[in-house]
């Protein structure tokens, strides 16, 4: 059974830090693409991180410079460290696991974290 735990969420004012967590089973988490989505109320599901099993990275242009992705292939775990958060980017924050080859795909997501941006 594959399970993706997120953790780390919460409520910080504007030009704070959180690390946000995410813990892997099920999985042979190093072949992992492993990446961190968000959703605000009202908005679409988008790109924030993403980092490949070899380690290379991505970010949306909006986070670009302030959040840092970074994965722990013996702890399965894949963490984003955000700081000079700002308001807009309070949403849910949901990890997922992606792999793939020619035939198959396995995609999987976490339940998702609240991150709150508020003085």
């Known amino acids: 059974q594959v399970q993706l735990v997120e953790s780390g969420g919460g409520l910080v004012q504007p030009g704070g830090s959180l690390r946000l967590s995410c813990a892997a089973s099920?999985?042979?988490?190093?072949?992992?693409?492993m990446g961190w989505y968000r959703q605000a109320p009202g908005k679409q599901r988008e790109l924030v991180a993403t980092?490949?099993?070899?380690?290379?990275?991505n970010y949306a242009d909006s986070v670009k410079g302030r959040f840092t992705i970074s994965r722990d292939n013996v702890k399965n775990t894949v963490s984003l460290q955000m700081n000079s958060l700002k308001a807009e980017d309070t949403a849910v924050y949901y990890c997922n696991a992606d792999w793939r080859d020619s035939l198959i795909t396995r995609n999987y997501w976490g339940q998702g974290t609240q991150v709150t941006i508020s003085s």
């Open positions: 980092i490949t099993s070899s380690g290379i990275t």
């Open positions: 099920g999985i042979t988490f190093s072949i992992y693409d």
